[in-house]
Every structure is written in C-alpha cells, then in structure tokens.
C-alpha cells in the first residue's frame, strides 16, 4: 500500500494541471458518471414537434398551409377582422392592385386567369369522363337486356348520371360510392314500409266508419292516417326522380266520413 501510494504521489508530479486537466482530487471516478441524473445511456435526442412523415406526406407544404390557413386579425376601416393569411394575402394584394401598383395588379391578374383555367380544364375533364362512363355503361347493360342475363348495377348507375351538354356539366342523381349505395338502400326499405304503415292506417279507418263508431275514434284513426301519409312524403320527395314511388291509400280530407254522434 505504501508503494502504490509512493507510485500516485510520482505520478501526479508528472501531471499538467491546466484546461481539461482537473486536479487529480476533482476527477470523475472511472465507471462512474458525472452527472447522474441526466440523459439515461442510450436514449435518443427529443424533438419538440415531429412533422408528419407518414408515406405520401411532404412536411415542408404541411407547414406551408399551417400558416396560410392559421387565423390572422386585420384591421379594415374601424373594425378588426379574423380570416385565413393568406386571404389576408390575397386582400392586399387587391387593394394594391386598386390604387394601381401595377406589379400588384399584374400578379392578381395572372393569379386569377390561373385559377380559371385550372377549374375549367377539370370541368372539361370530368364532363368528358363521365359522358365515357355513361356510354360505356348503358351499352353494357342493353347487351345483357339483350342476352337475357342479369342487368349489372354499377355505382354510379348511368341512369343516376345527369349530362347537360349545353353547359358541360354533370350532375348526379344518385350513390356515387358504396357507402352511399348501402345508405340509400336502407332509406328506400325504409320508405316501402312506410306505404304498408299508410295502408293499415287507410283501411283501419275505412272498417271503422262503415261500423259507424264514435267521431271521436274516427278522428284519432283519421289523425294517425294523416301522419302516416305525411311521414312517408318526407322521405319519399326529397328522392332524386328516378326513385320515387306514388303513394297507395294515400289520406285525403274528402275521404274522411262522419261518425256516429254517441261516444
């Protein structure tokens, strides 16, 4: 011990105290960390906010639109007014453009012709397929009415597919998705059975009144008829045409009866 002590005692004779050379009393014991209750050994470095970087994304543009979108207070005249920034943008742009800075007028000009253009291009575009896609599928169906096979039930039907040429424009009557198909499937299951709710309504009041009971119960059936009948309306009108249905034992004022005076 006094030999290894003597040993220590030489060697610290030959060490330059100076920068990163402590005294040999301050140094970190070997194995043993200097600051304990830091970084856990082998954790990774913490990012305050991670982007999206899911397949398909692009960070930068997210961020773009995060503050073109973020919600901004401009003032106009005496009054503040919240809108996107980049409408914000656009709106001293125009007004610029307005008191005549032609570099402003210029870029709003171009801005909105772009615009135009783009907008129109994929009006044309989809007319075109859609006008293709109705050709295509209505002679596929009068070839299977033809051959006697099973009519096929695209989605969307042709018939559901609305072409105005005059203006190149489409509209649809109809489920354009599967999600949509199996929706409108259930309104109209819904609606046939209202027509069977109508007609038990209309023929238990016609029974009633050829028994002559009391006008009281002939009102409460009329009554329950009449809500029946307007019940079934609600979902049927709003229907695109192709999907409506007349109504049977439809209720009418004219068809109501007087019952007997005796309760």
């Known amino acids: 011990m006094k030999r290894a002590a003597k040993s ?15 005294p040999a009393k301050h140094r970190f014991e070997k194995g043993r960390s200097g600051n304990p209750s830091g970084r856990p050994k082998g954790s990774k470095n913490k990012v305050s906010r991670t982007p999206n970087l899911e397949v398909g994304t692009q960070p930068a543009n997210q961020m773009l639109l995060e503050e073109a979108y973020r919600t901004v ?28 800075n032609r ?23 989809h007319f075109e397929i859609a006008c293709e896609y109705k050709k295509g599928w209505d002679e596929a169906i009068e070839r299977a009415r033809d051959a006697g096979r099973p009519l096929p039930q695209p989605i969307p ?32 299951a819904y609606r046939d059975d209202l027509q069977d709710d109508v007609s038990f309504h209309a023929e238990g009041y016609k029974r009633n009144a050829k028994e002559k009971v009391p006008a009281s119960i002939l009102r409460t059936l009329a009554k329950s008829w009449e809500q029946a009948t307007n019940f079934y309306d609600r979902i049927n009108e ?4 192709r999907y409506r249905k007349k109504l049977e ?6 068809c109501l009866t007087e019952g007997s005076d005796e309760e």
């Open 8 to 22: 220590e005692r030489d060697r610290s004779k030959d060490y330059e105290v100076g920068y990163g050379k402590p």
């Open 73 to 100: 207070t401009v003032r106009e005249g005496e009054h503040l007014i919240e809108m996107p920034a980049i409408k914000a943008v656009f709106r001293a742009m125009g007004v610029s453009a307005m008191k005549g």
């Open 157 to 188: 039907h042709p018939d559901d597919i609305i072409i105005d040429v005059r203006n190149a424009d489409v509209r649809y009557a109809g489920p354009i998705t599967k999600e949509e198909k199996r929706h409108f499937d259930r309104l109209l």
């Open 249 to 254: 034992d439809r209720f009418y004022p004219s």
């Open 103 to 125: 570099l402003a007028q210029t870029a709003l000009a171009e801005l909105v012709r772009d615009i135009e253009e783009a907008d129109r291009r994929s009006r044309v575009d």
């Open 238 to 241: 709003p229907l695109p045409e």
